[in-house]
Nanobody, 125 residues
Framework: QVQLVESGGGMVQAGGSLRLSCAAS????????MGWFRQAPGKEREFVAA????????DYADSVKGRFTISRDNAKNSVYLGMNSLKPEDTAVYYC??????????????????WGQGTQVTVSS
């Protein structure tokens, strides 16, 4: 089993930045693809970003390309989401997820096996 705990959420003004962290425990995630999803009130959970186990491949939702950066530190068993130029429409609960191999950088929620509890990000205009 893998336990995931997100942190770093908060409230920020439009145009600001935040960095989310996801710490894994229970087992090492060095061979897992990792992803970030988000869910706004009244909306379905949506893909944000994913990263290959090695960090050599990434994928992003079109809505965040050029603004968000996913990264990982396997030595620290952690994954991160840097968010710049935040917009009010980025407001959501952000979830970290882990996918067992042999997937690469999956974009569908159903491809992930473990989920964190989420961290709230609120962007004010």
């Amino acid at each position: 089993q893998v336990q995931l705990v997100e942190s770093g959420g908060g409230m920020v003004q439009a145009g600001g930045s935040l960095r989310l962290s996801c710490a894994a425990s229970g087992r090492t995630i060095g061979s897992y693809a990792m992803g970030w999803f988000r869910q706004a009130p009244g909306k379905e959970r949506e893909f944000v970003a994913a990263i290959r186990w090695s960090g050599s491949g990434t994928d992003y939702a079109d809505s965040v390309k050029g603004r968000f950066t996913i990264s990982r530190d396997n030595a620290k068993n952690s994954v991160y989401l840097g968010m710049n130029s935040l917009k009010p429409e980025d407001t959501a609960v952000y979830y970290c997820a882990a996918a067992r191999p042999p997937v690469f950088q999956p974009t569908r929620a159903g491809e992930y096996d473990y989920w964190g509890q989420g961290t709230q990000v609120t962007v004010s205009s």
